[in-house]
C-alpha cells in the first residue's frame, strides 16, 4: 500500500516566502563600531559569495553576528544546515552545476571534524569551495573553562590539510582580507580544490580602531590555465588526423556549452570514437553516433575492446588512466600513443592516492582539457587534412531501458525499471540528473547537455546524496531545469537530516531513492570472500540489510516538511508515485520517493565491477 500523505504547499500560509532570498530577514541593527569579524563578512561579499551554508557554532558566533546584523544575510545569505557534512555537501553541489565556489562555515574543530568526508569528496571531485572554520580564542587567557580549551586546536588545519589546496589561520583583520583573497584565488584556479581559512575567535570579537583596506577583488581573480605551445598542438592534431582508430577519454571537463560543442566537432573533424566515465559530470552526448559503449563506473569490457583497437589515445584529464589502460590491456604493454591532458599532478601529494596509478604518456600536456580540446581542434581545422580514422561501422549504443507493454501487479523493480519509469515521469521536461547510485549505469539515461548530469561525489564515501541534491538544486533555480537525484537508502539515511534545509529555504528537488533495504555493494563483497574461502554463501546478508524494522522513508521526508512518498513496491505503484513527485517538484516542492528495487547491477556494471575486484 503506498502512503501518499505529504506536506504540500496549500497547507503552508498563504503569504509563504517564494525562495530562499525571502527567507530569515533580520530586522534592521545599527551597526557600532567595526569588529574583526565584520572584515571576514565583508570579504564574502566581496568575493560574490551568494550563500554560506552552515551549523552553527560559539567559535564562530562573530561571523554569525556579522552576517546577520552587519550584512542582513544578504550577500551572503545563510543556510542552516542540521550537520556539517551537508553544509559542505551543498557547497560542493553548487559548484557541480556553476564551477564557482559557495561558501561553507563549520564550528571549530569538532565541526572541522564532522565536515572531513565532505571535504574530501569536494578534493577528489577537484570542485571549488571557500571553507571558513573558527578556533580559540588562540589567546589562553581569554578562553573560557572547558569548552573553549577543548574546541580550540593548535593546528586546527591539519585535520584537512592533506585533502584542501591551502589553508590559512590569520592574526589580524588586515591578513585576514589577504586569506580570503588568496583562498578564493586558489581555489578557483585549475585544478579546483577546497581552502580552508581558521579564524581566531579573539579576532572575530576584536574591536578595531580602524577599518582595514579591502582592495578591487577583481585584481585577485583565479589564474588563467596555459596552454601548451604550437609545435605541441601541431604535433597531436598531426598524430590524431593520421590514426586509424583514435580514442578521446573524455574525463572531467566543464558545463561551458560552447566548450561542449566544440570537443563534439573534434571527434567529428578526427573520426573519433568518444568513451565517457560516470564518475564525473556530462562530457559528451550519448546519443551521439561517435560515442563508445555506455559508460560506467569502472570500464566495461566494451569500452576495454574499444581502447585495444585504439592506435591514439587523447585523454582529457581522465580519472584514472593508469587504471583504465591497465583494465583494458591487462599485462600486455599498452600499444597506442598516449597523449594525456591534465594538470591535475599540480595538486598531487604524499597523503591521498586519488591521484591513481601513473599512467604511461607518450606526449603530456600539463594544463586544463577544455582549453587544450578547444586549440586541437583550431590545429586540426587549419591542417585541412582528411582524418584516416576508418572504425569498422557498427553500433556501441545499448537501448535505453523500455516499460514492459502489459504491467500485472506485484511486478518488482530493477534498477533499469526504475531508470525506464523515471524517464516517463519527467518526460517533456528538461532535466538535470543530479547523480545516480552505484548500481547506475550509462545506457540508463540519455546525455545531451553538460547539465544533464552532474556525475558522483568525488570521494566515493555514504551521505553526501541528500545535500549535493540540494546544493545543485540550488545553483539550477531559475534555470528551467527540473532538479532530479537518485541514489541508495544507505546513503539517504546518513544524509537525510539535509532534506530540512531544502525545504526551509523553498529550493524544489526530486530525490528517488532507489532503497533495496540492503549496503548491497558489501552484500557482494562477502559474497566474494565466502567463495573465495569455501564457506556459506547464504550468511552475506548479515550486518547488510536494513529490515526489522523496516525503515520508513517517506515519514524521514515528511518529519521534515517535506513530500513524501511510497513505498512504491512495485512497478505500477512506481509509475504513480513518480507522477506525482513530478507534479509536486514543478510546484515547488521538496519530494523524496522511496523506490523499493530488487539488489542488484546493471549486467554491464557486474562484468566491469567483477573484472576490477581482486
Request: net charge negative.
Amino acid at each position: 500500500m503506498v502512503n501518499h500523505v505529504t506536506n504540500t504547499r496549500s497547507e503552508m500560509p498563504r503569504n509563504e516566502p517564494a525562495g530562499p532570498f525571502d527567507v530569515e530577514r533580520p530586522l534592521p541593527s545599527a551597526s557600532t563600531g567595526e569588529w574583526g569579524s565584520d572584515v571576514a563578512a565583508d570579504m564574502l561579499r566581496a568575493l560574490d559569495i551568494p550563500f554560506v551554508a552552515l551549523n552553527p557554532g560559539a567559535s564562530f558566533r562573530g561571523l554569525h553576528d556579522s552576517l546577520v546584523n552587519h550584512l542582513g544575510n544578504e550577500n551572503p545569505q545563510m543556510l542552516l544546515c542540521l550537520h556539517e557534512e551537508h553544509a559542505v555537501a551543498i557547497a560542493h553541489g553548487w559548484a557541480k552545476v556553476t564551477e564557482k565556489p559557495m561558501a561553507a562555515i563549520v564550528h571549530s574543530n569538532v565541526g572541522l571534524m564532522h565536515a572531513t568526508m565532505a571535504v574530501f569528496n569536494a578534493w577528489c571531485d577537484r570542485a571549488p569551495l571557500l571553507l571558513v572554520g573558527a578556533t580559540g580564542p588562540v589567546d589562553a587567557a581569554k578562553r573560557r573553562p572547558w569548552i573553549d580549551w577543548i574546541h580550540t586546536a593548535q593546528d586546527q588545519a591539519a585535520l584537512v590539510r592533506p585533502y584542501t589546496k591551502w589553508d590559512d589561520q590569520p592574526a589580524s583583520a588586515q591578513a585576514a582580507v589577504e586569506s580570503f583573497l588568496r583562498a578564493f584565488q586558489m581555489t578557483s584556479t585549475y585544478p579546483k580544490g577546497p581552502t580552508y581559512i581558521c579564524l581566531d575567535a579573539g579576532l572575530q570579537e576584536l574591536r578595531l580602531d580602524e577599518r582595514p583596506t579591502i582592495p578591487d577583488v577583481k585584481r585577485f581573480g583565479p589564474a588563467m590555465s596555459g596552454g601548451p605551445n604550437v609545435e605541441v598542438v601541431n604535433d597531436v592534431a598531426q598524430r590524431l588526423l593520421k590514426a586509424k582508430r583514435p580514442v578521446i577519454l573524455a574525463g572531467r571537463v566543464g558545463r561551458d556549452e560552447t566548450a561542449w560543442d566544440k570537443r563534439v566537432q573534434l571527434a567529428e573533424a578526427l573520426g573519433a570514437i568518444v568513451v565517457t566515465d560516470i564518475k564525473v559530470p556530462a562530457a559528451f552526448p550519448t546519443t551521439h553516433r561517435l560515442h563508445g559503449a555506455p559508460a560506467g563506473t569502472f570500464l566495461s569490457p566494451a569500452n576495454a575492446a574499444l581502447l585495444r583497437e585504439a592506435d591514439v589515445i587523447l585523454s582529457l584529464d581522465w580519472i584514472d588512466l593508469a587504471g583504465t589502460l591497465k583494465s583494458a590491456w591487462q599485462r600486455d604493454a599498452v600499444s597506442a600513443t598516449v597523449i594525456q591532458v591534465s594538470g591535475d599532478q599540480y595538486v598531487h601529494n604524499g597523503w591521498s592516492m586519488d591521484y591513481q596509478g601513473l599512467p604511461p604518456a607518450d606526449i603530456l600536456i600539463l594544463t586544463e582539457a577544455d582549453a587544450t580540446a578547444s586549440l586541437i581542434l583550431d590545429a586540426v581545422t587549419r591542417l585541412n587534412v582528411a582524418p584516416a580514422a576508418s572504425w569498422p561501422a557498427r553500433t556501441y549504443a545499448v537501448p535505453l531501458p523500455e516499460m514492459p507493454k502489459q504491467i500485472k501487479i506485484g511486478t518488482h523493480v530493477d534498477i533499469p525499471l526504475l531508470a525506464a519509469a523515471l524517464a516517463e515521469a519527467v518526460h517533456g521536461n528538461d532535466v538535470c540528473l543530479i547523480r545516480g547510485p552505484l548500481s547506475w549505469a550509462g545506457h540508463l539515461w540519455e546525455i545531451e547537455h553538460p547539465l544533464d548530469y552532474l556525475g558522483i561525489d568525488g570521494g566515493a564515501g555514504l551521505g553526501s546524496g541528500p545535500g549535493m541534491a540540494i546544493g545543485a538544486a540550488l545553483a539550477l533555480r531559475g534555470s528551467g531545469r527540473l532538479p532530479v537525484a537518485v541514489f541508495g537508502d544507505g546513503d539517504f539515511m546518513m544524509g537525510s537530516t539535509a532534506i530540512w534545509t531544502a525545504v526551509h529555504y523553498r529550493i524544489p528537488v526530486m530525490i528517488v531513492v532507489a532503497n533495496n533495504t540492503s549496503f548491497f555493494n558489501d552484500e557482494l563483497h562477502q559474497e566474494r570472500m565466502a567463495r573465495q574461502r569455501d564457506r556459506v554463501v547464504g550468511n552475506k546478508w548479515i550486518g547488510q540489510r536494513m529490515a526489522d524494522p523496516d525503515i520508513d522513508i517517506a515519514m524521514v521526508a515528511r518529519a521534515q516538511g517535506a513530500t513524501g512518498i511510497g513505498p512504491a513496491r512495485d512497478l505500477l505503484e512506481l509509475r504513480r508515485c513518480l507522477a506525482e513527485a513530478v507534479a509536486a517538484v514543478q510546484k515547488g516542492q521538496v519530494v523524496v520517493v522511496d523506490a523499493r528495487v530488487l539488489p542488484g547491477y546493471d549486467a554491464n556494471t557486474t562484468q566491469s565491477m567483477q573484472k576490477t575486484a581482486g
